[in-house]
């Protein structure tokens, strides 16, 4: 009998595996799919700030003096940055430092998955969820509370790439922090504090006018801030620059500082996340 070997050059072998950006895809359906099988969190996730949107709309619903607009309207654009931050910062922080601490980090380091198609996987989560979250809370808004839609291109260039920086940058800062927590139990505590503490001092839950200037300065330090910020001059009218603590929409700042976290945010990954918890080695 004859044994016939059939030898497979590892060229060709090589053309037929995806790349790390064909996983990265396959890997964001995968988290897409995980997570919209818990219908728990995904209600609590899209819920949350609809929720509290809906609470400061309808206590503090009088207009603002000089703005032009009501207190309602100033919420909307300021809770679809929190809801960025949410589903970005928030959202990786926690499920990467469970994930670590349950040793799925560990498993998938040890197999040919490049480390790039993993993040990517997330990214692609993040991506997803964020624009769900940005629709709702619009479409709450304009239906609701009389927030007008941007009515020229310029507005709406200035959303997309707000929205694209405030979402990277605050993704980067989720990897991050993701490191900090000694525990998978301890990483909701560990990352929404910061996030809690952020929404008061940034102009969240309550107007910028009415905030000492030393919050405002050490909420000044990050992105959630400036998202608010740059969502406002988009779905506000300009008479409602009055209400910022420089007087105006400061779109360059705005670009500057969320380009910066970007590029920090990364670095941050870079510099200080772990594949497996400090206890493992």
Known sequence: MTTTVVRTRPDAV????????GIGLRRGALELRQFFRQRDQVVFTFAFPVVFLFLFASIFGDDVEGAGITASQLYVPAMMAAGIMSTSFQSLGISI???RD???????????????SYFLGKIWLVLVTGLMETAILLLVGTTLYDVDLPSDATRW?????????????CALLGIAISSVPKSGKSATSVVVLP???????SGVYIAIDTIPDWMLNIGALFPLKWMCQGLRGVFLPDSAQVVEQAGGWEFGRVALVLGAWCVGGLLLCLLTFRWKNRRDG
């Open 157 to 169: 260039f200035h959303f997309t790439w707000i929205f694209v920086l405030g979402l990277t940058a």
């Open 195 to 201: 996030f809690l503490v952020l929404q008061f001092i």
């Open 97 to 99: 430092a469970i994930e």
């Open 14 to 21: 090589a053309e037929r595996l995806p790349g790390a950006f």
């Open 102 to 116: 349950e040793k799925v980090l560990r498993r998938l380091r040890g197999t040919p998955m490049p480390p790039a």
